[in-house]
């Protein structure tokens, strides 16, 4: 479990994204589609690190890497798809997880899944 609150977390990536000493790209220096552009960037890397992965599960030759960096590749590739996913959120000006609090809430209800968070 990660000792850091989601809120943390976020308000680290827009301080890092926004600062002087990091990125110094001021969140509202990129329209929403480009950091919708920046997020999907890294899911199709994710994407391409998984097609690899089922090279492996399906026995086709071609890749130069074990299945195990691919996997460690895989991780890194979602936390960055997860770092611009948050970044776009806070473009939009909502917090992911209140946003998916509220879907996996609604979807519960949907479904009669008696667990609400
Ligand atoms: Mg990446």
Same mark, same amino acid.
């Given at each position: 479990?990660?000792?850091?609150?989601?809120?943390?977390?976020?308000?680290?990536?827009?301080?890092?994204?926004?600062?002087?000493?990091?990125?110094?790209? *001021?969140? &509202?220096?990129? $329209?929403?589609?480009?950091?919708?552009?920046?997020?999907?960037? %890294? /899911? @199709?890397?994710?994407?391409?690190?998984?097609?690899?992965?089922?090279?492996?599960?399906?026995?086709? *030759?071609? &890749?130069?890497? $074990?299945?195990?960096?691919?996997?460690?590749?895989?991780?890194? %590739? /979602? @936390?960055?798809?997860?770092?611009?996913?948050?970044?776009?959120?806070?473009?939009?000006?909502?917090?992911?997880?209140?946003?998916?609090?509220?879907?996996?809430?609604?979807?519960?209800?949907?479904?009669?899944?008696?667990?609400?968070?």
């Amino acid at each position: 479990m990660s000792p850091l609150s989601f809120e943390e977390f976020s308000n680290a990536n827009r301080e890092r994204c926004e600062s002087p000493q990091g990125f110094k790209h *001021p969140l &509202n220096g990129w $329209s929403s589609s480009d950091w919708m552009t920046a997020t999907v960037g %890294e /899911l @199709g890397e994710a994407a391409n690190v998984i097609k690899k992965l089922n090279r492996y599960r399906d026995g086709v *030759p071609g &890749n130069k890497q $074990s299945e195990q960096e691919l996997r460690d590749q895989l991780r890194k %590739e /979602l @936390g960055d798809v997860f770092v611009y996913l948050d970044l776009l959120c806070q473009s939009c000006g909502f917090n992911i997880a209140d946003a998916a609090i509220e879907v996996f809430n609604a979807k519960s209800v949907e479904i009669g899944y008696p667990k609400v968070l």
